[in-house]
């Protein structure tokens, strides 16, 4: 929510509203609202903003535990289907479970960083 209202002050233009995602905790224990619940809230305040539009979902999943993140995402975005706001994009990420990013359904897109690396630490998860 503090977020949104510095954003807010910025983006005022309803004509070219800056679309922002909803940052989702599906295991990582990092950031991120904690319940498709919370998830529905933040972008029903984001779509009320004047010059922002909800823009999706993101999240980086727990390594391993890319299913986990894949089920509750899909649970947010029936949950956001049911108070009528459409989900377009679903934003994911992380090296280790990149190899199994096509066996998602609602991931729209994905995020590796390390993986131009395969440094010692994928080596060390096994997929370097
Ligand atoms: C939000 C976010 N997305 C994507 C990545 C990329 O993760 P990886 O380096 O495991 O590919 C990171 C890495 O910390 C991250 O914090």
């Known amino acids: 929510m503090e977020t949104l209202e510095g954003l807010a002050t910025t983006f005022t233009d309803a004509g070219h509203r800056l679309p922002v995602l909803v940052e989702c905790d599906t295991g990582m224990g990092r950031c ?3 319940s498709a ?3 529905v809230a933040l972008a029903r305040q984001i779509d009320r903003t004047g ?3 909800f823009g999706g979902l993101m999240t980086y999943p727990a390594a391993g535990k890319a299913a986990e993140a894949e089920a509750w995402l899909a ?3 029936q949950a956001l289907a049911a108070s009528g706001l459409a989900c377009e994009r679903i934003s994911s990420g992380g090296t280790p479970d990149m190899w199994r990013s096509s066996d998602t359904s609602v991931v729209t897109e994905y995020r590796p960083g390390t993986y131009i690396y395969l440094d010692r630490y994928q080596v060390a998860k096994g997929v370097g």
Do not use: I, N, P, T
Request: charged share 35%.
């Open 32 to 34: 991120g609202v904690q």
């Open 37 to 39: 619940d919370e998830a």
């Open 51 to 53: 010059g922002l539009a």
């Open 75 to 77: 649970d947010a975005k």
